[in-house]
């Protein structure tokens, strides 16, 4: 028997839950059984309660507020205890059009892809801001050189995986989880694919984008903070490249001097070539030791990996509380 199981990350979610519920569907196309899942993330209101008022088959609670990401983990890791073949993760706002939950699945069933991203009509979409809009196109840049992949709308938090999928992934950033997951897959040769999706009118403003600035600057934080956890060496290496070659401006222009006879009056440029490549060198081992703390962690979450294949074939393992 095949397996779907729509996750929900919520945190005071009681005024929209069952929106978003309600336009859920209990049959898709290639499972013979369709179960929901919300993850209440220590919700002060009445979460917990609508959701399962609502007919919702698993309920996880964090005691308190962990963030968006922590969320999201916790739902991946009980949906396969659950016995989730294919794991889909919408928003309790129900922004994203539920009838195309089959697009994210067909693929898998398929055996095309693991990991299905839904790719918002992000330019059309009236309620986004010029500034929003081109963060949004610039993050999923960035993602795309640094995982490999082709995912054009980074940030959706509506897709798919299956069980192989959501096994590798494992979340550092507590903000959020949309970039690091694809980065992780793209590097794990996990297949990603992004395929087109609608979406709803707003219910209720993201609690994401508090502020402008404060996007602008949250998002700034996390591109930078991921492509320095996956691509060390080369953020070092970029580094570093402005000493080296501030350096050799100051080398030449004292050789310059030295030829024509008046190198006295400019020994403090061969002394700041000196200081510059310094910190250049200084960059570089920065940047060795980053790529082998790097290398630490891809071998890391093959561990992971395996402890959870592991807990799957013992029984009651998966059951341990941590």
């Known amino acids: 028997m095949k397996k779907l199981i729509i996750q929900i990350p919520c945190y005071n979610e009681e005024k929209t839950l069952a929106v978003a519920l309600a336009a859920l569907p209990r049959q898709v196309p290639g499972f013979d059984k369709v179960e929901w899942l919300v993850i209440d993330d220590g919700s002060r209101d009445a979460t917990a309660a609508v959701a ?42 129900n922004q994203y059009n539920a009838e195309d939950i089959p697009k994210l699945t067909q693929p ?19 309620h986004f801001s010029a500034l929003k809009k081109f963060l949004q196109a610039l993050g999923s840049w960035v993602v795309r050189q640094v995982s490999g992949t082709d995912v054009l709308d980074a ?10 999928a959501a096994r590798r992934f494992i979340v550092f950033n507590s903000y959020t989880y949309t970039l690091e997951t694809i980065i992780q897959a793209g590097r794990q040769g996990i297949a990603v694919l992004s395929v087109p999706i609608r979406t709803n009118e707003d219910l209720r403003p993201s609690r994401l984008v508090r502020s402008v600035p404060s996007y602008v600057w949250r998002s700034c934080q996390t591109i930078v903070r991921i492509y320095i956890t996956y691509s060390p060496f080369r953020f070092f290496m970029f580094l570093a490249s402005f000493p080296f070659i501030a350096g050799l401006v100051c080398a030449l222009n004292f050789l310059y001097y030295f030829a024509i006879g008046q190198e006295d009056r400019h020994v403090p440029t061969v002394v700041a070539a000196g200081v510059l490549w ?40 998966s059951d341990q509380k941590t």
């Open 155 to 164: 940030p959706s938090g509506f897709r798919a995986m299956d069980r192989t």
């Open 278 to 317: 310094a910190v250049g060198a200084f960059l570089l081992m920065e940047g060795v030791l980053a790529d082998l703390l790097a290398i630490n962690r891809r071998l890391l979450e093959d561990v992971r990996w395996r402890l959870s294949r592991l807990e799957e074939q013992v029984p009651g393992a």
């Open 52 to 93: 399962k008022a609502n007919g919702v088959d698993h309920i996880v609670r964090h005691v308190r507020n962990r963030g968006l990401a922590r969320a999201f983990m916790t739902g991946l890791d009980a949906a396969l205890k659950a016995g989730a073949d294919v794991i889909v993760n919408t928003d309790a706002d």
């Open 108 to 126: 898998i069933c398929d055996g095309k892809a693991e990991f299905v991203i839904g790719a918002r009509p992000i330019q059309q979409t009236q």
